[in-house]
């Protein structure tokens, strides 16, 4: 972050930690050289998925001159520290961290975090927050006196949406401006005149532009069905971000924001490659499901849709669990449309943007009635009349590997199915993620009482399955490890299934961040669903 007068950047860097544990290794004999040390694990998260294994050390505040230089520490102890922010006098630099004894303990690491300030010349640290739960993002206003920040109280739930506070630079006076507008907020930033807060939040399937008036209610600035996503207002009132829609693939925008209707596409980057391709119409669906709950979804057509015609459906699962499909352009989906698929993708319940109920109805219960929603939205499209119920296909990753896992052992209604990245038995996963608060997943851990973990595991329904089932991760997964994709595999094959296992070289949670991944992962899937779909009725004229 840029300091108010520009000469100078703060900025969050890990410091190694100064303990080791050392031992005295004799000398290696002549001519010979001992093997390489192992590696020495003492913390509660000691790896991340796309990084491996964390160094030992905490993350820490520093200051350079902009002119360069040589950095200065702010901040020190066995603590991280992160989001800096400077108040306008240049004074201080605001952050949030946890700086308290065993703020590794598991409740701690996600679910608590105060809010601090750093004296940048004497690095006294100041403590603004004191509240049960995650307080962080502080955010100054022009003048200095307010700090709006993202906070909500400590719960056990996994789903929990954030509030939106101002509070006075001491800590006093805090108040909520603007809550359930989903689970987090981005890109908040003052008003000018410190009358209030813009940021961007996404709800059911959209996301626009806010306002929070510091006295007075929020108001959405921005509405329609697009991806929005504000990073700059500047002085003259003019706010800059992204945007996608159905059949936009995201370009740079700006607008004025006393008229948000006018909004100026600012670049044109997939216009020449998208110039000569037609694009599949998106339908958005709503329907029912177990509960009474409404869930949302989208229907890609293909490009020569006819509506007396039969197509094959591909349903499309989301991760997380607490994710969120939405309007934004999918090139993945929108290829499956060109090869002549009807694509389907719903919001079932635990999804982000519906409300904090919607979101924790999953909680301790997962998978379960969120197989019942995805159900319930492949017949809403079965009614429509344009599917061939006979060639029906499932996939989806990480949270949408685990629904397709748990799909293709309660039901055989679908001809093949990819889980991609999946986790298929929790009592195995907890251990081995690389995130400690999964033992949270449910009410008891698994050494207390392992029933639930084992109830929920995909694994314990493999004897059901009948479906050709492929699944594909990435070798280097931490997240969900291979080990959960190799145990439902050989169980498939044990049991004769029709089965094959995909695992992508150089590939961390997921298979697509390597472009020649995101391309074989369309056509493994492709492949595979065309290998078990039944053939399509022949038309007198010998057209499928």
Known sequence: ???????????????????????????????????????????????????????????????VPAEGGTPRQLTDGDWNHSAPQWMPDGSEIVFQSLRIEDSEDIDQTWRESEIYAVNVRSRAIRQITDHRGPDGSPVPSPDGSL?????????????????????????????????ELGRRLSGVTWARDGSGVYFTAAMTGNSNLWFAPVNGEPRAVTSGNHMLAVTTVDERGRAVGTLTSYHEAGDVISFALDSPGDIRQL?????????????????????????????????????????????PLILAIHGGPHGMYNVGFNFGWQNHAANGYVVLYTNPRGSSGYGSPFGNAIKNAYPGKDYDDLMNGVDEVIARGYVDTDNMFVYGC???????????????RFRAASANCPVTNWLSFVGTTDGATWYKNFEHFPWDDPSEHLRRSPLMYVGNVTTPTMLMTGEMDLRTPMAQTEEFYQALRVLKVPAAMVRFKDE??????????FLRTQLYLRSWFERWMTPMPVTEDGAR
């Open 147 to 179: 700090i709006a920040y993202q906070a909500n109280d400590w719960s056990d739930d996994t789903y929990v949406e954030t509030g939106l506070y101002v509070m006075n630079a001491d800590g006093s006076g805090s108040r909520l401006i603007a809550s």
């Open 267 to 311: 670049t044109r980057v997939n216009d020449d490659i998208l110039a000569d391709v037609r694009l599949g119409e998106v339908v958005e669906v709503w329907y029912k499901s177990v509960d009474d709950f409404d869930f949302q979804g989208w229907v890609i057509k293909p490009p020569d849709f006819d509506p007396s015609e039969r197509y």
């Open 398 to 412: 990480s949270g949408g590997g685990v629904l397709t896992s748990w799909v293709v052992g309660h039901t055989d």
């Open 1 to 63: 972050a840029w300091s108010p007068d520009g000469t100078h950047i703060s900025f969050v860097m890990t410091v190694p930690s100064d303990e080791r544990w050392a031992i005295d290794m004799p000398a290696p004999p002549e001519g010979a050289s001992w093997t390489e040390a192992p590696k020495i694990v003492t913390r509660l998260t000691y790896r991340r998925d796309r990084r491996g294994y964390i160094d030992d050390g905490f993350q820490h505040l520093f200051l």
């Open 508 to 517: 961390w949670h997921g298979t697509s961040s390597i472009p020649s991944n």
